[in-house]
C-alpha cells in the first residue's frame, strides 16, 4: 500500500469539497477502500442509491467468500460523526445509522475524513 493512493484520494476530495454531497465522494472511496483491502478475496461494492419504493442501507457492502461481512455508511464531510452515535439524537442520519446497527455488527461510519469501527456496539451501549 502505497501514500500515493491515500494521497491521490484525499486530493481528489479536497478538489470537491465545496461542491459535493455524500455521493459525491463514493466512487473515490470505493477506488481507495480497493486499493488498500489486505485480501483479494474481499470485494468492496458501492451500492445503488436508494429510490422512492426501496428501503435504505448502507452504502458499501464489504463481501469475502460470497457472505456480507460487513458495511460502510457514508456522510457529507461536514458531519459530526460523534453526533450521530449519539442516542439521543433524533436526526435523519442518527436514526438510521441505528437502524444499520440492527442489520449489522460490523459498520463503518464515515464522513470521509473520519472514520469509526461500530462492531458489536448495541445501541444500548452508545456514549451519552
Not at 463514493?26 to 488498500?36: A, H, K, M, S
Not at 455508511?73 to 445509522?97: G, H, M, P, W, Y
Request: contains cysteine; charged residues 35%.
Amino acid at each position: 500500500m502505497s501514500f500515493e493512493v491515500h494521497e491521490k484520494f484525499f486530493k481528489n476530495l479536497m478538489s470537491k469539497k465545496d461542491k459535493g454531497t455524500e455521493y459525491t465522494f463514493r466512487g473515490d472511496l470505493e477506488v481507495l477502500l480497493n486499493e488498500i483491502k489486505s485480501d483479494d478475496k474481499i470485494k468492496i461494492i458501492q451500492e445503488a442509491k436508494k429510490n422512492e419504493e426501496k428501503k435504505g442501507k448502507p452504502d458499501f457492502k464489504i463481501i469475502k467468500n460470497d457472505l456480507i461481512i460487513g458495511y460502510i455508511e457514508t456522510k457529507n464531510l461536514t458531519i459530526n460523526l460523534s453526533e450521530i452515535i449519539d442516542k439521543d439524537n433524533q436526526s435523519r442520519d442518527a436514526v438510521q445509522f441505528r437502524k444499520y446497527l440492527e442489520l449489522t455488527n460490523n459498520l463503518i461510519l464515515t464522513n470521509y475524513k473520519d472514520y469509526m469501527l461500530c462492531t458489536c456496539l448495541a445501541v444500548s451501549d452508545m456514549p451519552q
